[in-house]
Structure formats: structure tokens, C-alpha cells
């Protein structure tokens, strides 16, 4: 095939479909390209079957403490791990065949399977067909990192996705990296019976987090019986008769630990170095994230970065907001920017994290004068109600603005709860709106007014 469209969408991941159906519906024609599985990573690989195994693993740990309930179960809970993995595949492969088919019957929509590679700044090549488009928009997404650590060519790994293949539980699964991908896979393997060691170079889990938060999510874990190993210099493997050798000089513990399996978690890299970008002229930085400007345009006219690829995001939400930003300024007249974007995430461990805007880090170094507010779960109705009373929330504004720039909920529901927040700083409006609502009874959500009554300077 040799043929022109008015845009071509590279990658059918969090963006590029949704940016298909916008253009199709104004009348375009579009080619989108996917070289492996529609949906991309958070879909097949990422936030669908990790949140799956998440479910499961938080019934085996209720079902743990259903005495604590007046919930009398007769033996143990048994894992059968064949069907905790059958549950997240076929939630995966739900969504996966959705997209594939809303894809497939999008009018104006010519779906290309296979790897797609500049010729020019607007001509690709899949396979046999050469498609050109005075609009390119990549959204290739990224892989795990494979560190060059010593040994690691000689020892067999898991990754993010290999390990979703696992029908068996492992007996002692070793972790490289404490951030979230990390400690997801850490608690839900723990609470499945594994034993799990976390093994972070840095001094803290979650190093992006203020550290009250990073040493709060250790407890949590430690408390369930996964051992933190912080400050690990020189981490490096070797083959050992039980599995593999995990060499790692911490600042305490032993030098090696032995694991029958190990998940590297040690952050992600775009999928830009096989595209041909040189072919386009198109700029990346010294990572090979795509560099783009406010709008996601690159330095070429006419080609667009949007996702993971872009390096300005690392999430499903910060993917679909690309889609949304390029879609409103070339569909709708409108001047939308990234840096309008207010920074939020969550850590799906149980309890888990949900975070907004600046840590507490962050907004000292910026110099305002701050007022500071804090709540333990222990001091919310609804937790002690659930008996899940770990962690605290927090938050941070500025005491001549009143306006809230970040907070953490690490508590039941903190990943709902924290929205409330999220909205009032995006509506830009000072705290003490919030002191008026009326929130629901009993919630989380209803002591983040008491929370901003009681503020006070940082000390
Ligand atoms: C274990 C894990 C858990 C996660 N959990 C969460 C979470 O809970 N919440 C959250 O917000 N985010 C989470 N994420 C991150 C989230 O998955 C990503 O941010 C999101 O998928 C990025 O979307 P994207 O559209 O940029 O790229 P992707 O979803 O990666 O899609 C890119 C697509 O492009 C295709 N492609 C690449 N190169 C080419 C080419 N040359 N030709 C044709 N096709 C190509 C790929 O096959 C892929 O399908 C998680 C990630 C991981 C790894």
C-alpha cells in the first residue's frame, strides 16, 4: 500500500486511539499504527492487571483477617495463582479487544498492524506500506529499563511483563527498585505468600516523596513481613543453585541475598530509538524522550510526541490529557499547555498513596511563606470503622494565597479521597472554600475540611 492520510497515529496506547475517534469524527482520515497488543501498556502490561493482582491480593489479605471481622473462616486462605493470573488476563484482554474493535469499525480509521519507521519527516513505513500525512502524532510508549548491572546478562529476570506470565508463586522474589512499579508487585506477591525483599540503591522508597511519607509506606510493608534493603550499592547477580545471588552492599544487613526469582523495577525508556527519528530530524534528549514544547509539538512542523514518550508524563492520565491538549488546539481553536498540568499520581499499595501538586520538600524550596496540615487515619471515623487505620493525610499551602500546592493521602481510599484536593487546586481556589462543604458521612474525604481548619506554620 502506498497511501496518504491528513494524520498518522503511531501506537494505539492511552492517547492515540482517542485522538483517532476526535479526528475521524471531524471528518480526517487516519491511519494508526500498533506494532504488538492495542491498548499498549497500561492495558496489557501496566495499571489494568496490576490493579487485577492488587484486587486479588487485598481479598487474600482480608480473608487473612477475617477473624478481626467476627469473619470466621474455617482454614487459611490457598492462593491459586493460575487463576489469580486468569482473572488479570482476561481483564487485559476485555479492554484489549474493545479498543481493537472500536478501532476497527472508526470510520475514516485504517488500522496498520506492525512496526512503524520514518522514511521522512512525513512518510512512515510498515512492512510492505509507505504511509505519508502532514500530521504525525507518536504515542510509542516506553519498556522496562534492563540496567547493565554486573551479572545480569548471565541471570534470568523478570520484568514488569514477563512476570504477569507467573502461574506459580514464587518462594522468595527479589525486587530491584523501591518506587511504585516496585512495591506494588512487592506487597501483592507478599500477600500471595511469597517471601519479598525490595532492594533500592537510594536511601528511601518512593525517593520522590517526602521522606515522612517514604518511611510511613516501609512500615506498612515491613509490618507485613517484606524486608526493605535501602542504600544498596553495587547491586549484582549471579546464578546460585536456589535461583539467583542478589550481591548488595547496604548500609546494614547481609551482602547477598538469595531469591528464587527477581522482578527488575528500576524505571522505564522510551521506544524511540527504533523509529527512524533521524530519518524526520526529530530532536530527543540525552534519555530518548522525544522533546517536545508546551503544545507536544517536536522541533519538526507537523509531528507531535504525546504519552509516556515525551518524557512530561509517565501515566495513563498524563497520556490521555496529551490527547486531549493536542486535540483541543487542533481541533478546537483552544491554547492548551502541559505546564497547565497539576502533577498527581497514586501508589496502589494497601493503603494506598494518593498524591497531588508539590511535597512538602518541594514547596519549602520554593521560598512562599507555607501553613502545613496533618491528620493521622487513626483520627478518621470511616478507617477506624474499616480497622484499616494506617498512614496519615497532609497538606500544604501558601499562607498568603491560601491556596493548597500538594498534599498526600496515605490511607484507605486516599487514591479517591485525594481528588477533593485535586479539584479545589485546579478550580485555583483559596482552602477555605472547602472550610464551608459539607461533606459526606462517615468518608475520608470529610475530615480533609477539619484537616485545612487546623493549619498552622511548619515548624
Ligand atoms: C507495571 C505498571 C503499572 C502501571 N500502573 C499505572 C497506574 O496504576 N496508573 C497510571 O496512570 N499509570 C500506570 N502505569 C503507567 C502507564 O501504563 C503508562 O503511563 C501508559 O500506558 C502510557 O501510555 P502511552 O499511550 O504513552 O504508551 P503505551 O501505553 O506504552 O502505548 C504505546 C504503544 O505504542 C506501540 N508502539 C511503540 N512503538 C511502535 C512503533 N514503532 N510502531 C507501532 N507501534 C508502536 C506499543 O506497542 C504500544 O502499544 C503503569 C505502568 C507499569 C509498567
Same mark, same amino acid.
Given at each position: 500500500?502506498?497511501?496518504?492520510?491528513?494524520?498518522?497515529?503511531?501506537?494505539? %496506547?492511552?492517547?492515540?486511539?482517542? #485522538?483517532?475517534?476526535?479526528?475521524?469524527?471531524? %471528518?480526517?482520515?487516519?491511519?494508526?499504527?500498533?506494532?504488538?497488543?492495542?491498548?499498549?501498556?497500561?492495558?496489557?502490561?501496566?495499571?489494568?492487571?496490576?490493579?487485577?493482582?492488587?484486587?486479588? &491480593?487485598?481479598?487474600?489479605?482480608?480473608?487473612?483477617?477475617?477473624?478481626?471481622?467476627?469473619?470466621?473462616?474455617?482454614?487459611?486462605?490457598?492462593?491459586?495463582?493460575?487463576?489469580?493470573?486468569?482473572?488479570?488476563?482476561?481483564?487485559?484482554?476485555?479492554?484489549?479487544?474493545?479498543?481493537? =474493535?472500536?478501532?476497527?469499525?472508526?470510520?475514516?480509521?485504517?488500522? #496498520?498492524?506492525?512496526?512503524?519507521?520514518?522514511?521522512?519527516?512525513?512518510?512512515?513505513?510498515?512492512?510492505?506500506?509507505?504511509?505519508?500525512?502532514?500530521?504525525?502524532?507518536?504515542?510509542?510508549?516506553?519498556?522496562?529499563?534492563?540496567?547493565?548491572?554486573?551479572?545480569?546478562?548471565?541471570?534470568?529476570?523478570?520484568?514488569?511483563?514477563?512476570?504477569?506470565?507467573?502461574?506459580?508463586?514464587?518462594?522468595?522474589?527479589?525486587?530491584?527498585?523501591?518506587?511504585?512499579?516496585?512495591?506494588?508487585? &512487592?506487597?501483592?506477591?507478599?500477600?500471595?505468600?511469597?517471601?519479598?525483599?525490595?532492594?533500592?540503591?537510594?536511601?528511601?522508597?518512593?525517593?520522590?516523596?517526602?521522606?515522612?511519607?517514604?518511611?510511613?509506606?516501609?512500615?506498612? #510493608?515491613?509490618?507485613?513481613?517484606?524486608?526493605?534493603?535501602?542504600?544498596?550499592?553495587?547491586?549484582?547477580?549471579?546464578?546460585?543453585?536456589?535461583?539467583?545471588?542478589?550481591?548488595?552492599?547496604?548500609?546494614?544487613?547481609?551482602?547477598?541475598?538469595?531469591?528464587?526469582?527477581?522482578?527488575?523495577?528500576?524505571?522505564?525508556?522510551?521506544?524511540?530509538?527504533?523509529?527512524?527519528?533521524?530519518?524526520?530530524?526529530?530532536?530527543?534528549?540525552?534519555?530518548?524522550?522525544?522533546?517536545?514544547?508546551?503544545?507536544?509539538?517536536?522541533?519538526?512542523?507537523?509531528?507531535?510526541?504525546?504519552?509516556?514518550?515525551?518524557?512530561?508524563?509517565?501515566?495513563?492520565?498524563?497520556?490521555?490529557?496529551?490527547?486531549?491538549?493536542?486535540?483541543?488546539?487542533?481541533?478546537?481553536?483552544?491554547?492548551?499547555?502541559? =505546564?497547565?498540568?497539576?502533577?498527581?499520581?497514586?501508589?496502589?499499595?494497601?493503603?494506598?498513596?494518593?498524591?497531588?501538586?508539590?511535597?512538602?520538600?518541594?514547596? !519549602?524550596?520554593?521560598?512562599?511563606?507555607?501553613?502545613?496540615?496533618?491528620?493521622?487515619?487513626?483520627?478518621?471515623? !470511616?478507617?477506624?470503622?474499616?480497622?484499616?487505620?494506617?498512614?496519615?493525610? =497532609?497538606?500544604?499551602?501558601?499562607?498568603?494565597?491560601?491556596?493548597?500546592?500538594? &498534599?498526600?493521602?496515605?490511607?484507605? =481510599?486516599?487514591?479517591?479521597?485525594?481528588?477533593?484536593?485535586?479539584?479545589?487546586?485546579?478550580?485555583?481556589?483559596?482552602?477555605?472554600?472547602?472550610?464551608?462543604?459539607?461533606?459526606?458521612?462517615?468518608?475520608?474525604?470529610?475530615?480533609?475540611?477539619?484537616?485545612?481548619?487546623?493549619?498552622?506554620?511548619?515548624?
Amino acid at each position: 500500500m502506498n497511501r496518504n492520510f491528513d494524520a498518522i497515529i503511531v501506537g494505539a %496506547g492511552q492517547a492515540g486511539p482517542s #485522538l483517532a475517534g476526535r479526528m475521524t469524527d471531524a %471528518g480526517m482520515s487516519v491511519a494508526i499504527v500498533e506494532r504488538h497488543l492495542f491498548g499498549g501498556t497500561c492495558v496489557n502490561t501496566g495499571c489494568m492487571p496490576t490493579k487485577t493482582l492488587v484486587a486479588s &491480593a487485598y481479598a487474600a489479605h482480608l480473608a487473612r483477617r477475617g477473624a478481626e471481622y467476627g469473619v470466621m473462616l474455617d482454614a487459611p486462605p490457598r492462593i491459586d495463582m493460575p487463576k489469580v493470573k486468569e482473572r488479570a488476563a482476561l481483564v487485559s484482554a476485555t479492554s484489549r479487544r474493545n479498543i481493537e =474493535s472500536w478501532l476497527r469499525g472508526m470510520k475514516g480509521c485504517t488500522v #496498520l498492524t506492525g512496526h512503524a519507521r520514518f522514511e521522512s519527516a512525513d512518510r512512515m513505513r510498515i512492512g510492505d506500506d509507505v504511509i505519508s500525512a502532514p500530521r504525525i502524532f507518536l504515542n510509542v510508549g516506553g519498556r522496562a529499563v534492563v540496567p547493565d548491572m554486573p551479572g545480569i546478562g548471565d541471570s534470568s529476570y523478570l520484568t514488569n511483563t514477563s512476570i504477569l506470565g507467573l502461574d506459580m508463586v514464587p518462594k522468595h522474589l527479589v525486587i530491584i527498585g523501591g518506587s511504585y512499579i516496585g512495591l506494588e508487585f &512487592a506487597q501483592m506477591h507478599r500477600r500471595f505468600g511469597a517471601a519479598v525483599t525490595v532492594v533500592e540503591k537510594g536511601p528511601h522508597l518512593v525517593s520522590r516523596e517526602d521522606e515522612e511519607v517514604s518511611e510511613a509506606i516501609r512500615d506498612i #510493608l515491613v509490618a507485613e513481613g517484606i524486608e526493605i534493603r535501602t542504600g544498596a550499592e553495587c547491586i549484582r547477580f549471579a546464578p546460585h543453585p536456589e535461583g539467583i545471588a542478589v550481591g548488595v552492599d547496604c548500609t546494614a544487613g547481609a551482602p547477598e541475598i538469595i531469591g528464587s526469582h527477581v522482578l527488575l523495577a528500576v524505571g522505564r525508556r522510551p521506544n524511540t530509538d527504533d523509529l527512524g527519528l533521524d530519518k524526520a530530524g526529530v530532536a530527543t534528549d540525552a534519555r530518548g524522550y522525544i522533546e517536545v514544547d508546551d503544545s507536544l509539538a517536536t522541533n519538526v512542523p507537523g509531528i507531535w510526541a504525546i504519552g509516556d514518550c515525551n518524557g512530561r508524563g509517565a501515566f495513563t492520565h498524563t497520556s490521555y490529557n496529551d490527547f486531549e491538549i493536542v486535540a483541543a488546539n487542533l481541533l478546537d481553536g483552544e491554547a492548551r499547555k502541559v =505546564s497547565d498540568r497539576i502533577p498527581a499520581y497514586a501508589l496502589f499499595i494497601d493503603p494506598p498513596l494518593g498524591r497531588v501538586g508539590m511535597t512538602l520538600a518541594q514547596a !519549602r524550596a520554593s521560598g512562599r511563606p507555607l501553613l502545613v496540615g496533618r491528620r493521622p487515619m487513626t483520627r478518621v471515623g !470511616r478507617a477506624v470503622e474499616k480497622g484499616e487505620t494506617l498512614g496519615f493525610m =497532609s497538606v500544604v499551602a501558601d499562607a498568603e494565597t491560601r491556596r493548597i500546592l500538594g &498534599a498526600a493521602i496515605l490511607g484507605t =481510599s486516599g487514591d479517591e479521597a485525594i481528588h477533593g484536593i485535586l479539584d479545589m487546586m485546579n478550580a485555583g481556589a483559596p482552602y477555605d472554600r472547602l472550610l464551608r462543604a459539607v461533606p459526606i458521612h462517615p468518608t475520608v474525604s470529610e475530615l480533609i475540611p477539619t484537616m485545612l481548619g487546623e493549619m498552622r506554620a511548619p515548624n
